[in-house]
């Protein structure tokens, strides 16, 4: 397996653009997970699903972001309108379960985003 | 809520030696799952090794090993034989059952040859 798959690496826009993130889970994995890390907050968790269902998006900062998961094996993470301070290096997890040994969370390679 | 608390920021240790990062954490919860990750600076999130609050015996991977005291809320890694691939950020995590996932701030360590 490929592993977790993030694009675009890299991401450079100006204040108010819309920008999409996206995730291809390890295929087989129920839990997709969206984190956000900044030299200020560390390392945040935004948002989870299971089986492409919204859990707990009680991470997310505000309404300007959005995150949606149509199937197993794509999820977004949307910013509308980007601001500066939404600056960060956004990640994207994927893991079999929740418990047990099956909870082990697999990074993808990360989005640097800068919004200027 | 849980809290995961990381008291050193940075730290070195010479090729060969020992290091043992510490992390403390609070919770409610009486089952969870408690990590440590390694962010080299590739920036890529690796996961060193993965301890069941409910087992008892401390996990050990290769040259890394846990020091999970329950009582105290305590979880520190032990990096035996330092490597200079070892140099990174290295993370605690707490998960509950119900997925939450809580990160400590990190420990910058450099393995200096």
């Known amino acids: 397996d490929a592993g977790v798959i993030q694009s675009p690496r890299h991401e450079v826009t100006e204040m108010g653009q819309e920008v999409t993130l996206r995730c291809k889970p390890i295929?087989?994995?129920?839990?997709l997970f969206w984190y956000r890390q900044t030299m200020m907050r560390g390392l945040e968790l935004l948002i989870y699903?299971?089986?492409?269902?919204?859990?707990?998006d009680s991470g997310m900062p505000e309404d300007r972001f959005s995150a949606k998961m149509p199937n197993a094996s794509f999820s977004t993470l949307k910013i509308q309108p980007s601001e500066p301070r939404d600056s960060a290096v956004y990640f994207c997890a994927s893991s079999l379960g929740l418990a047990g040994g099956r909870n082990e969370q697999f990074f993808g390679p990360g989005t640097r985003l800068t919004v200027l | 809520a849980q809290t995961v608390t990381q008291s050193q920021p940075e730290m070195s240790v010479q090729e060969a030696e020992t290091v043992t990062l510490s992390c403390t954490y609070d919770?409610?919860?009486?089952?969870?799952?408690l990590f440590w990750y390694k962010q080299p600076p590739s920036r890529q999130m690796i996961l060193v090794i993965r301890q069941e609050a409910y087992k008892q015996q401390n996990a050990t991977e290769n040259r890394f090993s846990v020091n999970f005291q329950k009582a105290a809320k305590s979880f520190s890694l032990k990096i035996s034989d330092s490597q200079l691939g070892d140099t990174a950020m290295y993370f605690c995590?707490?998960?509950?059952?119900?997925?939450?996932?809580?990160f400590g701030d990190g420990t910058t360590l450099t393995v200096k040859p």
């Open positions: 295929s087989g994995h129920d839990y």
């Open positions: 919770t409610s919860e009486s089952n969870y799952y």
């Open positions: 995590a707490f998960n509950t059952n119900a997925g939450k996932s809580t």
């Open positions: 699903f299971n089986n492409n269902v919204p859990i707990d």
